[in-house]
């Protein structure tokens, strides 16, 4: 049982699909509310070859970082989560996940923290999502101790790409690609004219507002649940007329709109076909077509609303065009932007390579240290209590712990690989083993194989 286990070391892992490789239907079964992730997270980590979990999930991407004490039998027990939360079938779901191990997993998150791989190259949004991952974690009992760095350091990398790179100027946001989009699909010369509807009062919504000022419109209607978060916009906001209907008015909204956002939590679509087709016409100035503009997942609108003759719908996946406008200048940014990556990564690695021989490091201590303290214990005898005075006694344990400690150094300074030696980690691994043995330190027993023992015995009580 345990000699397949003996040449792994657990592995970081994450398995995950996003706006680049699945389409926002497979996305949206897939998403996890923020407050589930805690639930998530504690069903993931009890699947018995994960040992770490956290979940990245936004409207772009839906990610689960974990440490795998086992490889293939980790990312399998993964996808059999995923398959069974979302319905969706195993075999159907690895079409479009991805699947990236250790430096490549980490590698990955701090360039989706830094926003090199959303749409809308550099946009804050992301780093604010990878925060609140560290944030959800610590009110709920933490992350382990891999993912927690791992996410932080994303986020010093996401930092610094953004304050060291200019990878943000003239970026969009989701919020700014669907204004941006808006403004493609009206008439030039009615653009500001059109009657400006928004649905959902969030985050993105608010940004949907300051978008709309910044194209200089000066008015916009709000349908929100609740009237204060209008309130709170509106008082931040001075430059745009906002007008307040409740949830209760959204289709008596709709029927005076030419362009409807929508962006809200709800989990069923608040416009099909049959309520689109209920709406007056628009008039041929704006362009005789109700636009909807739907950034939220799941999705608000359904993409059946595009057939009713005088309807059009564009959701999260439609964005990608105001997006494809200004590539060279991207690749160009995001180069810059690895070479910071690169050096955020090493920092990672020497981290966690550093973890690895801590227990021979610890083991190796102690060990030399009950052998002093038990050849201090005969000396002091044979010389006898009385003879000695406080300062004797203190020179002799002076003299014991100075062997030990020189003698130690020089093993102890191989085992240890921050980065500032030039010895690779296979050396230092090497020279792990080696001690190991010497010493019969017996760190081997792989403390992997105890920590899946105790999960498979857990499960199985």
Known sequence: YSNGYMKEKSSIAVIGLSVHTAPVDMREKLAVAEELWPRAISELTSLNHIEEAAVLSTCNRMEIYVVALSWNRGIREVVDWMSKKSGIPASELREHLFMLRDSDATRH???????LDSLVLGEGQILAQVKQVVRNGQNSGGLGKNIDRMFKDAITAGKRVRCETNISAGAVSVSSAAVELAMMKLPKSECLSARMLLIGAGKMGKLVVKHLIAKGCKKVVVVNRSVERVDAIRQEMKDIEIVYRPLTE????????????????????????????????ISLAVGGVRLFVDISVPRNVGACVSEVEHARVYNVDDLKEVVEANKEDRVRKAMEAQTIITQELKRFEAWRDSLETVPTIKKLRSYADRIRASELEKCLQKIGEDNLNKKMRRSIEELSTGIVNKLLHGPLQHLRCDGSDSRTLDETLENMHALNRMFNLDTEKAVLEQKIKAKVEKTQS
């Open 250 to 281: 959204m289709y008596e909204a709709a029927a005076e709109a030419d362009v409807v956002f929508t962006s809200t939590a709800s989990e069923s679509l608040l416009f099909t076909k049959e309520h689109a087709e209920a709406l007056p016409p």
């Open 109 to 115: 998150l701090f360039e989706v923290s830094a926003g």
